[in-house]
């Protein structure tokens, strides 16, 4: 029996469904993220667990128990907000004691829980100071302690970490992870960035518009997305309008317009005639100058449109003598200087014929 | 914030029955029904000894208003009370903008000094506050004149102007003028083109906060004026507590009343068509 | 920072316009003369006058007993109409609440006035001008308790439930202890406009009752002594350290207020 099952619920504001009969059970102990574009229904879920929305339809299940009429405060369930939503008239300790208090624990345990809570997220010097002197981490921090201190079978977390500046983020990223795997507590984390998703997380479910479009671990979801939609959500991906010519379970051969055959990856479900695309990642693609030739399978001529300098890597946008626009992305980690193609260079993408993942829909 | 099931719904709209209803309760009793009662008691006949004639004796009557229409003194004092509440609030303007200029480009902790310095003169009761002009204005031989009139409207209702002004202009991005400066504006014409039309409704509010005050006074006409300096205030004053007449102080008052709302309804459309509030 | 000359020549005269003809009240309550014509000498005489005068005695009384009831009662009514006014807005609450606060007094004090005597058939007196005093302080104390509510993150009173704390507990633990600053200069502001209060109390206050204000009018009327002048600067003392009191309280809630 999983931790959380949802089971069918939906959602409806007015004419707009924003959750469209979704279902997903969440293990015990996991990292789970519910990834997707403002408006997705994501937030709407999460709220609907944490007791601050009702389903339409369907049911929330919390250790086998049905959730439907236990209110916010009942529910062993704690959320960090986006705002952080520490409470200005009290200290961090008096925060973080709050749930304990409302809980009724002893004095003494309040102090002796508060104590291990600010420990943990290493504020243990900043216990009397109030939420108006802590910097923006900081504050993250005591709101992850508030959230944890009364060990909740499940901690939401809703875009905790928008606000924060790029290296913050990356720097709280790494202890959110760290923190998971020590408490051991079930995260459900919100956000619709997806770099953030796929470092942080056991399992993502990708929705858009009110439905999960793939729930699957993260390299599940890179490397074999199952629509357009997380392939292109998701990183960036290079989609070729392809027709199958021939599938067996080496492989597929693909005829492209244009372009002639492509060789992919077997797909179980592809038969002779289906029309899709195959969708390849930047980094599969392999750019050499005109003249010279890799060797992979799969090689096609075009001219270099954009090429775009990132130190550490350099993505190229070619397009190819067919009209169609290709992204590949060149490691620049060769010795010495790296060689670089110009605006206008005749060049060949090539890449492997396992390479890439068709889609048909 | 509302939230979850049907007892949870079921306590949440009892909370705000609760919370609610005692205020309201209150106002609709003592603010409301007398608010209807005058506008009622305007179409009665007046008792025989002041007050109202009771209304088995009399049945409605149009006779206040009759008597106002027909004696165009009344039109007269109307237009009086509203071109003293004009001029003072124009005065008002006058001396609240700099000043509300001034404190807003001075320093964070100076500025709550100067604010409070600005409150502190309001805080005493106002009939002292005209008491004090009276003693002025004696030996200056300007006492009972409208001129003594206007000052002490202005002196009484000025911190009404200079507060909202100043919390307009308060939020005025310093980088707008810069920016006006950079595009080769002069120190008039920035003001004209940038600060002057973001204040307008800061400008506006205080009007209000002026004007409607203003044309309802009476204490200080009564005690700044002389005997052709009365308002609308005074008449309201005189019907009910000196003649008595009360039907007429009531249609006076609904008049007055309809002069606010036309005021406060001006104000409002204004407000909204700039796109700001 | 460039302040230019001119604005602050207005200013200091517009400072001067607003302090010193209440300098010139004070002034003269010390003077030892019959008038506020010209400056004869030092004396105290006038407020010894004051405390031996029982008719400005009694109306003191009135005054500051009326101030402490109505403010109490319209603290409480005003903070819950300001709840009520942030977190449900209904539809008819913010015309209720505020015309009160907008309207010209007269037409407040006339209204109430013809309630009283016509429908109520009450003799005009203590409750009379107590009830008017509760009903046009009630906005003031909404208004500054909704600023205050207005200035916090919505979110936290989510948090709370989601913590744990029931809707009670949430108003009591929360709620509550972040509002008191704006209950408190509420408090004041309706003290200090219930002291200061003339039109309204001059209309509903019938006969044989008189407040501080309407002292000091019938005196200006009637015959006018320094006594008056003395009357004048201790109640602007008093009025003073209210206003400072509540600045105290909630410095930014009253600027946000107006």
């Not at chain 1, 695309?277 to 090689?299: S, T, W, Y």
Request: charge should be neutral.
């Amino acid at each position: 029996m999983a931790l959380l099952e949802i089971r069918s619920i939906t959602r409806r504001f007015g004419k707009l469904e924003a959750v469209k009969n979704v279902s997903l059970d969440i293990e015990s102990g996991q990292f789970f993220t519910l990834l997707g574009p403002s408006g997705c229904g994501k937030t709407t879920i999460l709220r609907m667990i944490a007791g601050f929305d009702q389903p339409d339809e369907g049911e929330l299940y919390l250790d086998g128990q049905p959730l439907a009429d236990i209110p916010p405060e009942r529910r062993p369930v704690h959320t960090v907000f986006q705002s952080y939503a520490l409470f200005p008239h009290l200290t961090v300790s008096g925060n973080i004691a709050f749930p304990l208090e409302m809980a009724g624990r002893s004095r003494d345990e309040i102090r002796r829980r508060t104590g291990e809570a600010l420990a943990l997220v290493h504020l243990e010097d900043k216990g009397d100071a109030f939420p108006h002197e802590l910097s923006g981490g900081q504050k993250q921090r005591v709101a992850l302690a508030r959230g944890l201190v009364n060990k909740p079978r499940l901690l939401l977390l809703d875009e905790p970490l928008g606000a924060l500046d790029a290296k913050l983020r990356e720097r709280m990223q790494g202890e959110l992870i760290a923190l998971q795997r020590e408490v051991g507590v079930t995260f459900v984390f919100v956000t619709h960035a997806q770099q953030e998703a796929l470092a942080l997380s056991h399992r993502i479910a990708v929705m858009n518009e009110g439905r999960i479009e793939q729930l699957d671990v993260p390299e599940a979801l890179y490397c074999t997305p199952k629509s357009r939609f997380v392939a292109d959500f998701i990183g960036t991906i290079n989609l070729i309008s392809a027709e199958v010519l021939e599938a067996d379970r080496h492989g597929l051969r693909l005829d492209a317009a244009g372009l002639g055959e492509i060789a992919a990856p077997p797909l179980a479900s592809a038969v002779a005639g289906m029309r899709g695309a195959l969708a390849v990642r930047p980094e599969h693609l392999r750019i050499a100058g005109h003249a010279e030739r890799i060797g992979l399978k799969n090689h096609f001529s075009g001219t270099v449109g954009e090429s775009l300098y990132r130190g550490d890597v350099t993505v190229y946008k070619v397009r190819l003598d067919n009209g169609l626009l290709l992204e590949a992305l060149a490691t620049n980690a060769g010795p010495g200087r790296a060689r670089f193609h110009e605006i206008g260079d005749r060049v060949s993408i090539e890449w492997r014929h396992d390479a890439g993942v068709f889609l048909d829909h | 914030m509302p939230v979850s099931s049907s007892t949870t719904d079921r306590s949440a709209r009892l909370t705000r029955w609760l919370v609610t209803a005692p205020p309201a309760v209150f106002l609709v009793i003592f603010f409301l029904i007398p608010a209807l009662i005058m506008a009622g008691a305007s179409f009665r006949e007046p008792g025989e000894f002041g007050g109202l004639a009771p209304l088995a004796e009399s049945g409605p009557s149009l006779d206040a208003y009759r008597f106002i229409l027909d004696d165009v003194i009344y039109a007269w004092i109307l237009a009086k009370s509203f071109a003293i509440a004009g001029l003072t609030t124009v005065i008002c303007l006058l001396f609240a903008y700099p000043l509300a200029m001034l404190i807003v480009r001075s320093p964070k902790r100076q500025r709550d000094v100067f604010i409070l310095l600005v409150i502190l003169p309001f805080a005493s009761n106002f009939l002292i506050r005209i008491y004090a002009w009276m003693i002025i204005l004696g030996p200056l031989d300007l006492l009972y004149s409208p001129v003594a009139v206007v000052v002490g409207m202005v002196y009484v209702h000025l911190p009404f102007m200079i507060l909202p002004l100043y919390t307009n202009l308060e939020k005025h991005d310093p980088a707008l003028l810069e920016a006006a400066q950079d595009l080769g504006a002069g120190k008039w014409a920035g003001f004209w083109r940038v600060t002057w039309p973001l204040s307008l409704p800061g400008v506006l509010s205080g009007s209000s906060l002026v004007f409607i005050p203003v044309l309802g006074m009476f204490a200080v006409p009564e005690l700044l004026g002389g005997t052709g300096d009365l308002l609308m205030g005074n008449l309201i004053k005189e019907q009910f507590l000196d003649n008595r007449d009360w039907p007429l102080g009531a249609a006076l008052s609904l008049l007055l009343t309809l002069a606010v709302l036309a005021v406060a309804g001006l104000s409002a459309v204004l407000t909204r068509n700039r796109g700001q509030t | 920072m460039k302040r230019g000359f001119w604005l602050w020549t207005a200013t200091l005269a517009t400072y001067a316009f607003l302090y010193l003809p209440l300098a010139v009240v004070v002034l003269f309550s010390f003077n030892d003369s019959e008038l506020n014509a010209s400056w004869v000498g030092f004396t105290t005489r006038w407020y010894g006058k004051l405390l031996g005068d029982a008719g400005m005695l009694q109306a003191a009384a009135n005054s500051l007993l009326i101030a402490i009831v109505s403010s109490t009662i319209a603290t409480v009514l005003g903070t819950m109409a300001g709840i009520s006014l942030h977190r449900w807005h209904p539809r008819f609450m913010p015309f209720l609440v505020l015309t009160p606060v907008a309207m010209p007094e007269i037409l407040l004090g006339v209204s109430l006035l013809l309630f009283f005597r016509q429908v109520l058939d009450l003799t005009l007196g203590l409750l009379s001008i107590l009830v008017a005093h509760i009903t046009f302080s009630i906005g003031f104390v909404a208004i500054i308790v909704r600023a205050r509510l207005a200035g916090m993150d919505e979110s936290i009173f989510e948090a709370a439930r989601d913590l744990g704390a029931t809707p009670w507990r949430t108003f009591t633990r929360v709620t509550f202890p972040l509002i008191v600053p704006g209950i408190v200069a509420g408090f004041l502001m309706s003290f200090t406009l219930s002291i200061d209060d003339f039109v309204i109390t001059f209309f509903v206050a019938g006969v044989g009752v008189a407040t501080l204000p309407l002292q000091i009018y019938s005196m200006i009327k009637v015959a006018v002594t320094l006594e008056v002048n003395a009357i004048s600067t201790l109640l602007m003392a008093l009025t003073l350290t209210l206003i400072a009191l509540a600045s105290r309280f909630a410095p930014d809630t009253l600027r946000k207020a107006s």
